[in-house]
């Protein structure tokens, strides 16, 4: 069995990404990882290049930032990365910029490879999240964040990146079929210095919105207020990657929150409710399979 990791970044560097943890996390688990790098405004390119490793292949890219709609972009760029991984690898693992694995499910992850991989009718493997806010001790916990996504899939070039990279669709805009592959995903997208996130907020919302759009809901402020964009967390009790812990021991911002001030709509109340009943009515872009 032959795995490839693949990924996409642009300017890491500048907007604080944990690239480089990222990759190193899949790396006991692939082959070889192949990295599509767009054209940067920071040295995103040589720090890829210094990675201590001979797993890692570069693929050089100009990003097409004219795809001003739904993050199209971001697909395109993930299809770059998957497209060079050649026809010898049976799986490939996707792994976004600020997404890192614990080291403790790289087991459960092969597990789930072997006992997949002669699967016909298995496309992919889907991960449980966790989507980390303010800190490194916070998780959002309404259901406003998705609960699970695809990050394995099998090398059929038939299937691609869907809509803005959450996930991917075969021909015919069809669902994939996965299982899941007992593993966690913990999602850092929204872990930065505040004035870093507000940055990171006024480049990538342009691949969402237009310039009016932009001009009445994020320009404007020096600091992104994560206080304004909470809904409801809870304090994190468990670990973090290994990979993460110089990372973390660097933060350079305090973020604290008083869980008494959480606050559900009625909406993600009931849909939890009904969770708990059975009735799952969250969006789902895949066929859960046993």
């Not at 970044?9 to 480089?20: E, G």
């Amino acid at each position: 069995m032959k795995v490839a990791g693949f990924t996409f970044v642009r300017n890491a560097i500048k907007y604080d990404y944990p690239i480089l943890e990222a990759i190193q996390s899949i790396m006991p688990v692939c082959d070889k990882v192949y990295v599509a790098v767009g054209k940067s405004e920071d040295g995103t390119l040589e720090l890829i290049k210094n990675l201590p490793s001979e797993k890692i292949e570069i693929i050089e890219t100009i990003w097409n930032d004219d795809l001003r709609e739904g993050g199209r972009v971001l697909a395109e760029e993930t299809n770059k990365a998957f497209q060079a991984i050649p026809d010898e690898y049976d799986w490939a693992f996707y792994i976004q910029g600020d997404e890192v694995i614990h080291e403790k499910d790289h087991e459960n992850i092969r597990e789930a490879l072997l006992k997949h991989k002669d699967r016909k009718d298995i496309d992919g493997l889907l991960f449980n999240y966790r989507h980390f806010f303010g800190s490194y001790d916070y998780v959002g916990n309404s259901a406003r964040w998705y609960a699970h996504e695809i990050r394995i899939i099998k090398n059929n070039k038939s299937i691609t990146s869907f809509r803005d990279a959450q996930g991917f669709r075969k021909a015919d805009n069809k669902k994939l079929k996965v299982a899941d592959s007992g593993a966690f995903m913990h999602h850092y997208g929204w872990v930065k210095d505040p004035r870093t996130m507000q940055a990171k907020q006024e480049t990538f919302n342009k691949l969402w919105h237009d310039d009016d759009w932009m001009e009445e809901n994020i320009l404007g402020v020096e600091e992104f207020d994560y206080f304004k964009n909470i809904d409801s967390l809870e304090k994190y009790s468990g670990t973090h990657p290994n990979v993460m812990i110089d990372r973390i021991k660097n933060k350079n911002w305090e973020f604290n929150y008083d869980l008494s001030f959480n606050k559900t709509s009625l909406k993600h109340k009931l849909k939890g409710l009904l969770k708990k009943l059975g009735w799952n009515t969250s969006y789902r872009n895949y066929i859960l399979k046993k």
